[in-house]
């Protein structure tokens, strides 16, 4: 586990990746040569280049203000198979942590002020790791790495990758000057820059869903930030994210893995990255957003890497106490079409907007 800060640390990594993209850069030009040389007229792929891992990521994204992690991603990169998965956990998901129900997006902040208390060494990747081991448990699904990422590291990424065009499914206005927010953007398609793309993936005021509508709404612009990323990488914008990454993000990733996390991520195709929120419901009072036991359990297993006690064993994503939440989280489950992101990229996504 590694928090890269520090000058020294920063140019050891800088330098892990420009000798990982040399390399590579290196092996593609030698088998265009040699495919030339041949006579063929097709380029050759990563594919065969680096070779292709079979991971589980737990990414977080972490809020303004405080140790809220308000963006919370498990992705699952299946080298071999050619095929990804992203699954949202809202940030409401009710869980029952230290004897009271508390939202999934607090427990970051928690488990780091307890951790605070116990050491000043590294407080962060303690923290985390226990979260990554907490969800492991919980959902029943093996995780190998996290990656918690602020705001100003995903405004920077954006920018580095010289923004993300999508569209824009309505006028976005809201104002909170407590935290400093301000959301203005206007209906229809455009190239969202890094300030742009923050507040397209905070707002959630006018959704009629709120929160749930703001998950539809990240899913547009993720499936466009990767669509961006497969099509417009070059070595400048691989050294630019990586100096991002390096300031504003804490991670387990290792500088020797880099390489065939990027290359897995690279190669596969939109068509083959489904994309999913995690199946539940709202309980009465707006407050929880309560996970279907079955749907989960069906989800972990198709999807991920399930481990041997399943999803959920000991009712962590309901408690036992509440009969609303209870019943919510026992529901018959019903399954329904799950998009890709070319899907998303190509027909969007249908988000009930409020009257204005």
Not at 59 to 85: H, P, Q, Y
Not at 113 to 127: F, G, L
Not at 287 to 298: A, C, I, K, P, S
Not at 348 to 356: D, K, P
């Amino acid at each position: 586990m590694k928090r890269y800060s520090g000058r020294r640390q920063r140019k050891q990594l800088l330098y892990g990746i420009l000798w990982a993209c040399l390399i590579s850069l290196t092996l593609i030009l030698s088998a265009i040569l040699l495919d030339r040389a041949r006579g063929e007229d097709s380029l050759p792929t990563m594919a065969p280049l680096i070779p292709k891992v079979d991971k589980t990521v737990l990414i977080l994204g972490k809020d303004a203000v405080g140790s809220n992690t308000d963006v919370m991603l498990l992705c699952r990169l299946d080298g071999k198979g050619g095929k990804a998965t992203v699954l949202q956990l809202p940030r409401d998901t009710v869980t029952a942590y230290d004897g009271r129900l508390v939202k999934l997006n607090s427990l970051y902040g928690r488990l780091l002020s307890a951790c605070r208390k116990e050491t000043k060494k590294n407080p962060e990747q303690k923290a985390l790791t226990r979260l990554t081991a907490l969800l492991s448990e919980h959902l029943g699904v093996a995780i190998d790495e996290y990656v918690l990422m602020d705001l100003k590291a995903f405004r920077e990424t954006v920018d580095a990758i010289g923004g993300v065009p999508m569209e824009v499914p309505c006028d976005l206005d809201y104002d909170d000057p407590e935290q400093g927010l301000h959301i203005h953007l206007k209906k229809g398609n455009q190239v969202l820059d890094g300030a742009m793309a923050e507040q397209f993936i905070r707002y959630r005021a006018g959704y009629v869903r709120a929160d749930l509508g703001r998950v539809d709404a990240q899913k547009l612009f993720l499936a466009a930030f990767i669509k961006r990323v497969q099509e417009g990488l070059t070595l400048p914008t691989i050294l630019s994210v990586g100096e991002t990454m390096l300031t504003h993000t804490v991670t387990s990733l290792g500088v020797e893995e880099l390489p065939g996390v990027a290359a897995t991520a690279l190669s596969i195709p939109l068509s083959a990255i489904r994309m999913m929120t995690a199946p539940g419901e709202i309980t009465s009072t707006g407050r929880y957003y309560v996970l279907n036991r079955e749907g989960m359990q069906l989800l972990t297993v198709a999807y991920f890497k399930p481990t041997e006690a399943g999803f959920d064993p000991n009712r962590f994503f309901c408690g036992r106490d509440n009969d609303e939440i209870l019943g919510l989280y026992g529901r018959p489950y019903e399954a329904k079409p799950l998009p890709d992101a070319e899907a998303i990229t190509e027909n969007g996504l249908s988000i009930a907007v409020r009257s204005q």
